[in-house]
């Protein structure tokens, strides 16, 4: 409950996030698309590449903190994909993270692939009965690195 009460909240992105969203983008998120592109390619390339994924932002104290992509699987679940803006503090990660999962869960059960640098944070929040650890695929990130899968709990 406390996590729930920090503050922040999240929506559907629009256009007014575009210079946001390019900022972090050009301080080194998104790290699968190529450098160095102006604002108007990064924002078609991004488009692009979230075809049939509803975007949402996290906003904090103000300023965007985060982009996420849900990507439907089936009607009853949903793909995870996070991308963290540079300037968001652990415990804005940790809030957000909570919000979006305790609002989307009574929606649709979402998968959430994880590499090893952000599983601390999705193990907490199976702490607080949001996700739940399901296992771990070995080789499924670039490089040979595993990725850890969790779930979470639906709620009606």
Request: charged share 30%; aromatic share 10%.
């Amino acid at each position: 409950e406390r996590l729930l009460k920090r503050g922040g909240y999240y929506r559907l992105v629009e256009e007014r996030d575009a210079r946001w969203i390019y900022a972090a983008y050009k301080k080194g998120a998104f790290e699968p698309i190529e450098r160095d592109l102006d604002p108007q390619a990064f924002l078609a390339e991004l488009v692009q590449r979230s075809i049939g994924a509803k975007m949402h932002i996290a906003i904090s104290n103000e300023r965007p903190i985060c982009l996420s992509f849900l990507i439907p699987i089936n009607p009853n679940l949903t793909d995870l994909h996070a991308v963290w803006f540079p300037w968001a503090t652990p415990r804005e990660v940790m809030s957000a993270t909570a919000r979006f999962l305790n609002d989307q869960r009574h929606e649709t059960s979402i998968l959430i692939t994880s590499e090893d640098k952000t599983r601390a944070n999705f193990i907490h929040m199976c702490k607080y009965g949001l996700l739940r650890l399901v296992g771990k695929v070995e080789n499924y990130f670039e490089g040979e690195r595993p990725a850890h899968v969790f779930q979470s709990v639906r709620r009606k």
